[in-house]
């Protein structure tokens, strides 16, 4: 018989009194909303625990992978609740405006007689807990508070579909009243032992409490959800729901001064006491949880500050998306280790992980551990300051694979917070794209941080992941065989995104075994990828009127494959330390046409483009179709799609068609007439083929944070127009800005390196390029700037003396560059002609 030990996990809910009303004010900007808030989703996060709902105050079922159930409470690996809702005076309170703040979010409730109630949602990171604040504001009065919580007590795995399903394994929940608390339990023996609680209460005695089957607010009745399509616009449980309800009634004085009353929801894994614990924890001070939290992400926006006058909200989107990734970062204890096949097995653990901490994917239904997204989040990560977060997510995703791969190297694809990798083992075909990644991701974080140790930590893992990867290459024809990030029918075996990653990684491997003394393998990862570079072009590029390069080799013969996708747009946007792959004339003419509205839309890049229709050598001319050679487009413009093009534009100097890859994410980040949470980037943008999330019922939207789109701004910002391009693993520093065309001054503060930090601004006037920096850390410094196209130098000064200079071409653009000693403050002016 199969035994899995779950995480047993248990929830407290309590609420407390706190004065004055002031301290569930929180300090600080927000991006608000009041329009169609009911068709509207957030999340507020921890690390801890999160929190998904819609912008009214209400919780329809929501979500896919368990239909109807990732949305409420959560504290990975198990949901807690289906929601909380208030009622004063015996009128449920509903949000007349929405807003997203720094680490918190508001709504203003309205309440009986027409006044209004303020409600503050913050997780605060490094317990299981959630707080939720209400301030009621004066005259002086007495009120009756009503709070409903309905609970829903089960794991993040098995999903609706999967062998078993969560259809089997989510047992009834029962309710009780301690007295004080509304206490949920669910219980189980023998194969899967569990023991979850969650428990409603206060710090006050409840003037009377109810129990029953319902108990969710202005959402009773209950609408269920149907087990498969079409399904309403909105219901209230999914089909698998086994929770109950109940309900606390209190008697409140509202001084003329106001009132806070906070609510919390915590969690343990280890009983209803533990639970208690955190909840104390949380309720001590949850004023000054908040403003914690607050400060905390204060820190965040600290780093990485960007002045771009000619390009405001691009500015903003920075803003915003290092708060994004902020919200993403998750943590796990406890992960029973094993490989679910695609969710047909449930196996006996393979060993454990103590400790997961990642960056979370997308909420709702993809908020745990991910090869893909983080080694694309990655560079937004470093770009940010965001290191910890990012080398956790790779210590993670190391030790889930050494324990269901046997220490092949493959890494796993995708993990749930309890343990199962549904795909990812040795024995699943891809994604091969993954393990050639993540020496990549190691490089880069080790170059921006100069963390020796943990390059050390990682290299063995690296080592052989860039082995395993190569070792896939039946026909010996240079091109490992695998998925990629794209799987459609018609692809051949070899994927383009798979042998330009395989590339990169071979020359990241290389750099790493190089500053380790490993000369062996320093030597057969550059001999590895000279092979491929040299044959790369004449097997990859498609040409005629395709202008591109092909998505795949189909065997025998590795005849060329072009469909469109967004994948092959990644021979411009994968950068080794040598500069990106492709061909320049071939790189141009290939960003030239993803820029056609065959593949771009308003907002971004599509998934497929419709593409130009004439054959290789063809005379018809490259018109749009929806369909070319039975290939159907996929007009959905995902965010990291618009990412992908965005920094690929940027690696070979086109910083005038990158704003529209940027801008696009931005607004969909930004902009009220697109966005469905304020300064939340999504997954994908409303599309020709991809309605708005509003306009969809809750069970089939994509998700409304998506971390990876943060790829597509602070990268091109920080790394590219900025051009700071550290090495700080090595001692050096190279800040090379390029001005976007149009704009006369760009600016970035306090870019944090190693230990130290960065500061750069670049203008340009009447003839002259200026280049101001202070490296506030001990490395090589070199300064430079890309020239205009067509510019010659006349003259160039460091520190107000003339001084010799080297110009190199890049794919960039010509480059005029001078060493600047070892940090500390310089200015570079660079005429022209």
């Known amino acids: 018989m199969r035994r899995i030990h779950l995480v047993v996990f248990s929830l407290l809910v309590m609420v407390v009194a706190v004065a004055p009303p002031a301290a569930a ?41 368990i239909r109807g159930e990732m949305g409420g409470f959560w504290s990975p690996p198990i949901k807690l609740l289906d929601g909380l809702w208030f009622a004063v005076d015996g009128q449920w309170l509903s ?66 579909w999967t062998t078993p399903g969560a259809q089997a394994v989510n047992l009834s929940d029962t309710g009780g009243f301690d007295g004080r608390n509304l206490v949920f339990r669910e219980t189980a023996t023998g194969e899967r032992p569990h023991d979850y609680a969650a428990v409603v209460g206060s710090s006050l005695t409840p003037d009377s409490h109810e129990l029953g089957p319902g108990h969710r607010g202005p959402q009773e009745p209950a609408v269920v959800c149907p087990e498969a399509d079409p399904a309403p616009a909105r219901c209230d449980d999914g089909p698998y729901g086994r929770g109950t309800g109940g309900r606390l009634t209190y008697t409140l004085d509202v001084p003329r001064t106001g009132r806070t009353v906070w ?88 060993g454990t992980v103590e400790v997961a901490r990642w960056v979370g994917a997308g909420w709702p239904d993809y908020p745990w551990i991910f090869a893909t997204d983080a080694e694309y989040t990655a560079f937004a990560s470093v770009a940010a300051g965001q290191f910890e977060p990012i080398k956790a997510h790779l210590r993670a995703l190391r030790d889930i694979s050494e324990i269901v791969n046997g220490r092949s190297g493959k890494v796993v694809h995708e993990v749930t917070p309890d343990g199962q990798v549904y795909f990812g083992a040795n024995d699943d075909p891809g994604n091969t794209d993954e393990s050639a990644k993540f020496p990549s991701t190691v490089a880069l974080i080790w170059r921006w941080t ?191 799609n618009t990412a992908v093009m965005a920094v690929a534009e940027g690696n070979y100097g086109r910083l005038g068609p990158q704003r529209r890859y940027t801008t696009g994410n931005a607004r969909i980040q930004l902009d009220p007439s697109v966005w469905e949470m304020p300064g939340a980037m999504p997954e994908v943008a409303p599309s020709p083929d991809f309605v708005a999330n509003i306009e969809r019922d809750f069970l089939s939207r994509s998700s409304v944070l998506q971390a990876w789109g943060a790829y597509g701004v602070l990268w091109p910002v920080v790394h590219q127009q900025l051009g700071v391009d550290p090495d700080v693993g090595r001692g050096r520093l190279s800040v090379v800005p390029a001005l976007p065309p149009g704009q006369d001054r760009i600016a970035g503060h306090d870019i944090r390196l190693g230990r130290g930090s960065l500061d750069v601004t670049a203008t340009q006037t009447a003839g002259t390029l200026t280049v101001s920096v202070r490296a506030a850390l001990r490395a090589k410094l070199t300064i430079g700037v890309v020239l205009p196209a067509g510019a010659s130098v006349t003259g160039v000064r460091l520190d107000g003396k003339p001084t010799a200079h080297q110009q190199r071409s890049t794919a960039r653009g010509t480059e005029v560059l001078v060493p600047a000693g070892t940090g500390g403050r310089h200015t570079l002016e660079v005429k022209l002609r």
Not at 32 to 45: C, F, G
Not at 112 to 140: C, E, Q, Y
Not at 587 to 592: G, N, S, T, Y
């Open 450 to 640: 100069g963390d020796d140790a943990f390059r050390d930590e990682m290299y063995d893992f690296a080592v052989r992941a860039m082995r395993h990867v190569i070792a896939l290459d039946a026909d010996a024809d240079g091109w490992p065989e695998g998925s990629g990030n794209v799987e459609r029918p018609g692809m051949g075996a070899e994927k383009l995104d798979v042998a330009v990653y395989t590339i990169r990684g071979l020359r990241d491997l290389a750099d790493l075994a190089s500053a380790r003394g490993d000369r062996a393998t320093a030597s057969w990862a550059t001999t590895q990828a000279q092979r491929r570079e040299r044959a790369f072009e004449p097997a990859w590029w498609y040409g005629g009127d395709a202008d591109a390069y092909a998505d795949s080799l189909s065997d025998p013969g590795n005849g060329k494959v072009f469909q469109r996708h967004w994948t092959g747009l990644t021979p411009m946007e994968a950068e080794s330390p040598a500069g990106p792959l492709a061909a320049t004339g071939h790189a141009h003419a290939a960003l030239a046409q993803r820029e056609r509205d065959c593949y771009t839309g308003e907002l971004g890049l599509f998934h497929t483009g419709s593409g130009p229709t004439s054959a290789p050598g063809g005379n018809t001319g490259p018109s749009c179709d929806s369909v070319v050679s039975g290939v159907p487009a996929e007009r959905a413009t995902f965010s990291l």
């Open 263 to 350: 609510f919390t929801v915590a969690g343990s894994d280890d009983g209803v006491a533990a639970a208690t614990a955190e909840s104390q924890r949380a309720l001590r001070a949850p004023a000054q949880a908040l403003s914690s939290k607050q400060a905390d992400r204060a820190r965040v926006a600290a780093r990485s500050r960007v002045d771009l006058p000619g390009d405001r909200l691009l500015q903003r989107s920075v803003e915003w998306s290092k708060q994004n990734l902020a919200d993403s970062v998750q943590e796990a204890h406890a992960l029973r280790v094993f490989a679910s096949q695609e969710g047909t097995q449930y196996p006996p653990p393979a």
């Open 95 to 160: 949000a007349t405006r929405f807003t997203s703040g720094a680490g918190f979010v508001q709504m203003e409730l309205a309440g009986p007689g027409g006044s209004r109630i303020r409600r503050t949602d913050v997780l605060p990171d490094g317990g299981r807990a959630a707080l939720v604040g209400l301030t009621f504001s004066g005259p002086a009065r007495r009120i009756t508070l009503a709070v409903d919580a309905h609970s829903e007590l089960l794991p993040a795995y098995p999903w609706g």
């Open 25 to 65: 004010e929180p300090s600080g900007a927000g991006l608000s909303e009041q329009r169609r808030l009911a068709d509207r989703r957030y999340v507020a996060t921890g690390d801890r625990a999160y929190e998904v709902g819609a912008e009214d105050g209400s919780y329809p079922a929501t979500g896919w992978h």
